[in-house]
């Protein structure tokens, strides 16, 4: 993309009238029939992937409807089930050949993914492939064929009506993409885009495109003002405006969507609404990177919200939902490449925002504030011995009232280790007023934004209540004790927990604003 501050881009006189006309039939062509949802991309490179159960209970609790899997991971798939959440799941670019060359492959692959799930799984749509064309073009030439088998298994199994097939591409694959109306597809991948974006119109489906500001405005050398990418109200004399239809951009974003509205209209595909499959602004980067911050990640998600779930459409078509996925859920701390690269997420892997989003007035989805809703909970899998140990000690030296998990009491049941240690460590935590090192207890216990709480079990610290921090001598180094250490306080040595500090380096992984 290319922009100078308050300047109309000019073209040739004699194509004026050729393309206000052009643009005048295809205005309206796309048609507005719902509202525009936000949902979220799962990445899975985590050190500490939550499990499939902790996922679904941030989803719910930040209200979050949709969400798209880079695979069809079995265990988070039944862990969605029978909660509505609209699933997008995806054929990843490795499956993409064996797919894409055998019908038998692809009806496989749908029996496996999609009807051992549905209906408890609301799966909604399927994307072939990721960025296709840019990543991996040696797949091209499968690629269409790779759809309309996906397609031709879910027609066989009567699903083809309630979930879509698409594939997301980069938009990179649009050139000049400024002024939009003059913006193309890359033409050596016309024998691909065209018999595709045949496919989805004939499917009733939709155009999926990675929408990334943060890049653009990284690539266009201080032309793209920053506020033009991130949504910041710019002077009338700042916005850029497309010569051939006298259409104002006010943002980064808009203006790639109808790039690629016309692209695909220059090939007399009019009618092919667009749903962006990514979407986001890092809040972390390194010294090449000064523009990867928790403000602006929090300023371009924040207005990115709003503005897609206020249906302001885009200039092309205004009015028109534009459903957006915001790349991501969680920080991935083990993706390769730069800082950035492992710093797109709105939460990291315990479930705390990184940020909190500015969004009073754009409805409820990730509207939640949980960074004061935190509790400790004992860890699955965790060692059986460990857990009994810490439990001990909370109840014990802890000083812990665990009356409420004695028999015949509201928390007894489930009458396990797991279950009963994580009543403990968590009013242990509470009763520590949540200092940093106080959810530990030697690894088997971990903090999370998740309410432990189940039927008349209500734990401290949900909904506020028994979360006040008792007064009285704390058994563990005050948080204040020192500015730069990570206290890890139990250790089980000869049957019970002996307390002990370790001092480390402490790792602010949020920002809280």
């Given at each position: 993309?290319?922009?100078e501050?308050?300047?109309?881009?000019?073209?040739r006189?004699?194509?004026?009238?050729?393309l206000?006309?052009?643009?005048?039939?295809?205005?309206s062509?796309?048609?507005?029939?719902?509202?525009?949802?936000?949902?979220v991309?799962?990445g899975?490179d985590?050190?500490?992937?939550?499990?499939p159960?902790?996922?679904?209970a941030?989803?719910?609790?930040?209200n979050?409807?949709?969400?798209?899997?880079?695979?069809?991971?079995?265990?988070?798939?039944?862990?969605?089930?029978?909660?509505?959440?609209?699933?997008t799941?995806?054929?990843?670019?490795?499956?993409?050949?064996?797919?894409?060359?055998?019908?038998?492959?692809?009806?496989?692959?749908?029996?496996?993914?999609?009807?051992?799930?549905?209906?408890?799984?609301?799966?909604?749509?399927?994307?072939?492939?990721?960025?296709?064309?840019?990543?991996?073009?040696?797949?091209?030439?499968?690629?269409?064929?790779?759809?309309?088998?996906?397609?031709?298994?879910?027609?066989?199994?009567?699903?083809?009506?309630?979930?879509?097939?698409s594939?997301?591409?980069?938009?990179?694959?649009?050139l000049?993409?400024?002024?939009?109306?003059?913006a193309?597809?890359?033409?050596?991948?016309?024998?691909?885009?065209?018999?595709?974006?045949?496919?989805?119109?004939?499917?009733?489906?939709?155009?999926?495109?990675?929408?990334?500001p943060?890049?653009?405005?990284?690539?266009?050398?201080?032309?793209?003002?920053?506020?033009?990418?991130?949504?910041?109200?710019?002077?009338?004399?700042?916005?850029?405006?497309?010569?051939?239809?006298?259409?104002?951009?006010?943002?980064?974003f808009?203006?790639?969507?109808?790039?690629?509205?016309?692209?695909?209209?220059?090939?007399?595909f009019?009618?092919?609404?667009?749903?962006?499959t990514?979407?986001?602004?890092?809040?972390?980067?390194?010294?090449?990177?000064?523009?990867?911050?928790?403000?602006?990640?929090?300023?371009?998600?924040?207005?990115?919200i709003?503005?897609?779930?206020?249906?302001?459409?885009?200039?092309?078509?205004?009015?028109?939902?534009?459903?957006?996925?915001?790349?991501?859920?969680y920080?991935?701390?083990?993706?390769?490449?730069?800082?950035?690269?492992?710093?797109?997420?709105?939460?990291?892997a315990n479930?705390v925002?990184?940020?909190?989003?500015?969004l009073t007035?754009?409805?409820?989805?990730?509207?939640?504030?949980t960074?004061?809703?935190t509790?400790?909970v004992?860890?699955?899998?965790?060692d059986?011995?460990?857990?009994?140990?810490a439990?001990?000690?909370?109840?014990?030296?802890?000083?812990?009232?665990?009356?409420?998990?004695?028999?015949?009491?509201?928390c007894?049941?489930?009458?396990n280790?797991?279950?009963?240690a994580?009543?403990?460590?968590?009013?242990?935590?509470?009763?520590?007023?949540?200092?940093?090192?106080t959810c530990d207890?030697?690894?088997?216990?971990?903090?999370?934004?998740?309410?432990?709480?189940?039927?008349?079990?209500?734990?401290?610290?949900?909904?506020?209540?028994?979360?006040?921090?008792?007064?009285?001598?704390?058994?563990?180094?005050?948080?204040?004790?020192?500015?730069?250490?990570?206290?890890?306080?139990?250790?089980?040595?000869?049957?019970?927990?002996t307390?002990?500090v370790?001092?480390?380096?402490?790792?602010?992984?949020?920002?809280?604003?």
């Open positions: 993309m290319v922009l501050e308050g300047r109309v881009l000019a073209v006189k004699e194509s004026m009238a050729a206000l006309l052009f643009f005048l039939l295809a205005v062509a796309v048609s507005a029939d719902e509202d525009a949802f936000i949902g991309n799962l899975t985590l050190s500490d992937m939550p499990s159960t902790q996922v679904v941030l989803l719910k609790a930040q979050i409807r949709h969400i798209r899997l880079y695979d069809a991971d079995r265990a988070m798939l039944l862990a969605l089930a029978n909660t509505g959440i609209q699933v799941v995806s054929v990843p670019n490795d499956q993409l050949l064996g797919i894409g060359q055998s019908n038998a492959t692809a009806a496989n692959w749908i029996a496996r993914n999609v009807i051992a799930h549905v209906p408890a799984t609301n799966i909604t749509s399927i994307a072939v492939g990721s960025e296709v064309l840019s990543a991996l073009p040696n797949a091209a030439p499968v690629l269409v064929s790779a759809l309309k088998f996906i397609h031709s298994a879910l027609v066989a199994s009567n699903l083809d009506r309630q979930i879509k097939v594939t997301p591409h980069s938009s990179a694959i649009i000049d993409s400024f002024p939009p109306s003059q193309f597809f890359n033409r050596s991948w016309d024998p691909v885009m065209v018999p595709l974006l045949k496919f989805l119109q004939s499917t009733d489906s939709y155009l999926m495109l990675n929408v990334y943060y890049y653009d405005y990284m690539q266009s050398n201080g032309v793209i003002p920053l506020d033009y990418a991130l949504f910041r109200p710019l002077p009338p004399n700042k916005e850029a405006v497309d010569a051939n239809t006298l259409l104002h951009y006010t943002n980064v808009d203006a790639i969507v109808d790039a690629a509205y016309f692209a695909m209209s220059y090939l007399n009019t009618k092919l609404p667009i749903v962006v990514e979407s986001g602004w890092p809040s972390k980067g390194d010294s090449s990177e000064p523009d990867a911050t928790l403000d602006n990640a929090n300023t371009y998600n924040s207005n990115l709003r503005h897609v779930l206020n249906n302001t459409g885009t200039p092309k078509h205004p009015g028109i939902a534009v459903s957006t996925y915001i790349y991501e859920l920080n991935e701390d083990l993706r390769p490449g730069s800082v950035s690269e492992k710093n797109w997420g709105l939460f990291n479930g925002p990184i940020y909190t989003l500015h007035g754009a409805g409820t989805v990730l509207a939640n504030d960074t004061n809703q509790f400790c004992a860890k699955e899998g965790a059986q011995k460990m857990l009994q140990a439990l001990d000690w909370a109840c014990g030296p802890g000083k812990v009232d665990c009356s409420p998990l004695l028999q015949g009491q509201p007894y049941e489930p009458d280790v797991l279950t009963h994580t009543y403990a460590v968590n009013a242990y935590f509470q009763r520590m007023a949540k200092s940093p090192g207890f030697k690894g088997v216990a971990t903090v999370t934004t998740t309410d432990p709480s189940h039927g008349t079990c209500i734990f401290p610290g949900s909904g506020g209540r028994n979360s006040s921090f008792i007064n009285g001598t704390s058994l563990a180094p005050s948080s204040n004790s020192t500015t730069s250490g990570c206290l890890s306080l139990f250790f089980y040595s000869g049957g019970s927990f307390s002990s370790i001092i480390g380096l402490l790792v602010l992984s949020a920002v809280f604003l």
